[in-house]
């Protein structure tokens, strides 16, 4: 028993120790879109935050020594009214940069009426990545897009409405591809169906109303083609706010369309348990997730 704690606390002691190397604005000549909130931006309960109008970019890097070349843009999940920053980001990140991978936290604009926004940021994320990957020492062919149950659907968003640069833009970065090259879903919402979907996602994201257009739309399940990327999900059966059948939809999609997918649904978890949170089994997921991306031959 003493051995186990002892192991536990010299591997928080390591992640711990990868502090952020860089924190960006992801438009900083002001965004295309806007979502109307004029309120100061709020933190709660130490790193939650609310009434999200500026995106940003966290960014935390391995040690050279370490470094894979891969990368992932991390989305904090909170039904599109907040962003729980900590156990969904900013732990998440420092976890990657200790097995060599970098992890960027992206603080997005909430919608707040505007759909739109979200999506708009995170692809631009995955953009801005690309063009500095040769300063980061990341490779531009392995970034991946992370997220945690609504991050979990904006990640899917990007994943399936993704495009590979507009060549005619006047903005060097809008050139680049907003392809994620892997997907990592933790109890993602992937659908705003009424049958099995999140509805308080659905409503702040897209606002009350039966619109079948936009529905379909962001029911991301509907959106799977053979070039969605290759995806990774981590589930919990009893899971009260988003039912798995949100990820089983999605990998049955991707399926149909020969995406590699892996899908693991743990017995206990609940949801929102993020990094670290529980002694359950549940917490073996991020180490399975690295071996996937060995697997995925993402990293060697």
Known sequence: MIK??????????NVNSFAQDKTLKVWPNGAPNDNGMKEP??????????????????????EKENNTGAAVVICPGGGYVIEAMDHEGYDMAKWLASKGVAGIVLKYRLPYGNHEVPSTDAKRAVRIVRKNAAEWGINPEKIGIAGSSAGGHLASTVGTHFD???????????????????????????TLREAFGHMGS?????????????????????????????????????DGAVPPRNSIEFYLAMKENGVPAELHIFKDGGHGFGMYKQDLPVNQWPELFYSWLKAQKIID
């Open 202 to 238: 659905r409503v702040n994201l897209i606002g009350e109303g039966h619109d079948w257009k936009m529905i379909s739309e962001y029911s991301n399940e509907m959106q799977v083609t053979p070039e969605t990327p290759p995806t990774f999900f981590i589930l919990a059966d009893d």
């Open 41 to 62: 931006e709020e933190k709660y309960d130490g790193v939650r935050v609310r009434n999200v109008s500026e995106a940003e970019m966290y960014v935390y890097l391995p």
């Open 164 to 190: 590979y640069g507009n060549k005619k833009s006047n903005d060097a970065i809008e050139q680049i591809s907003c392809r994620p090259d892997f997907m990592l879903l933790l109890y993602p919402v992937i």
């Open 4 to 13: 186990k704690i002892t192991l536990i606390l010299l591997v928080i002691i």
